[in-house]
C-alpha cells in the first residue's frame, strides 16, 4: 500500500521471509522491532519513506495482510496494524512511539475518523477506539468474529459481524466497565451489525 501524506510517500509491504536480528535479508532496514521478541512472527512488515526502507516490524498472533487500510497517517505519525498489534511512528525525524496489543487475535486495519480526529482498529474480535498516545478509549467486542467491512459513519461505527442476533458486550479498558447495545439484522440471516457511537468516552 502507498499512503500520500505531507511528508512524501509512504508504503507499507510484507516482508515474509523477513529474519529479525539477520544481516542475510533481501532487504535491510536502520529499525527493526519483533514485538514478540521470544517467539517467531507470524507477520513482518517493512515501511519505506520516498523509496527508503525506515522501519520494519513483525509479531505472533493473527496474521495479517497489506492492503488499503494497514496504516494511516496522521499529525506526523504513522498507524500501523501488525498481526494482534498497532504500532506507531514519528516518520521525521524517526521515532519509534509505542506498540499497542490491540486485538485478542487480528487487527485487520486501522482507521481514522476526521469528524471526531478518533483513531479506530478493526479487530477480528474487538473494535477499539484508541489514542494518539496508545490509550484504550473504548473497546467493544462480539459473540464471534467480525467479518464484513467497517465503515466509519458521521457518528458511529458499524461492524458487519458473524454473530446471532443479540447483544454485544462493550468493554471500557480504562475502568472494567461494561455496557450492552442491541445488534441489527437488517437481512435477516446471520450477518448482524454492530453500532459505536465513535465519541463515546466509555
Known amino acids: 500500500m502507498i499512503l ?4 512524501g510517500d509512504v508504503s507499507v509491504i510484507n516482508e515474509p521471509t523477513y529474519t529479525f536480528g539477520s544481516s542475510d535479508n533481501v532487504r535491510s532496514y536502520p529499525f527493526e522491532r519483533n514485538l514478540d ?4 512472527p507470524v507477520s513482518v512488515h517493512g515501511i519505506f519513506l520516498n523509496e527508503g526502507p525506515i522501519a520494519v516490524f ?3 498472533g493473527g496474521a495479517s495482510g497489506v492492503h488499503e487500510h494497514s496504516a494511516v497517517f496522521h499529525n506526523g505519525c ?8 498497532v504500532v506507531c511512528l514519528e ?26 480526529s478518533s483513531l479506530i482498529s478493526h479487530g477480528e474480535l474487538e473494535i477499539t477506539r484508541f489514542t494518539e498516545s496508545g490509550e484504550f478509549v473504548w473497546q467493544s467486542s462480539g459473540r464471534d468474529i467480525f467479518t464484513g467491512s467497517l465503515v466509519l459513519g458521521e457518528e458511529s461505527v458499524p ?4 454473530l446471532a442476533v443479540g447483544q454485544y ?8 466497565s461494561f455496557g450492552n447495545e442491541q445488534f441489527r439484522c437488517p437481512d435477516c440471516n446471520d450477518q448482524s ?3 459505536r457511537n465513535i465519541a463515546d468516552r466509555h
Open 37 to 40: 521478541s521470544e517467539s517467531s
Open 78 to 85: 504513522l498507524y500501523l496494524a501488525v498481526s494482534d498489534s
Open 169 to 176: 458486550s462493550g468493554t471500557n479498558k480504562n475502568s472494567n
Open 91 to 116: 516518520l521525521q525525524p524517526f521515532e519509534f512511539k509505542w506498540a499497542l496489543r490491540i486485538d485478542s487475535a487480528t487487527c485487520f486495519g486501522v482507521h481514522f475518523h476526521e469528524r471526531t
Open 4 to 7: 500520500c501524506t505531507t511528508l
Open 193 to 195: 451489525t454492530l453500532r
Open 58 to 60: 513483525g509479531a505472533t
Open 159 to 162: 461492524a458487519a459481524a458473524r
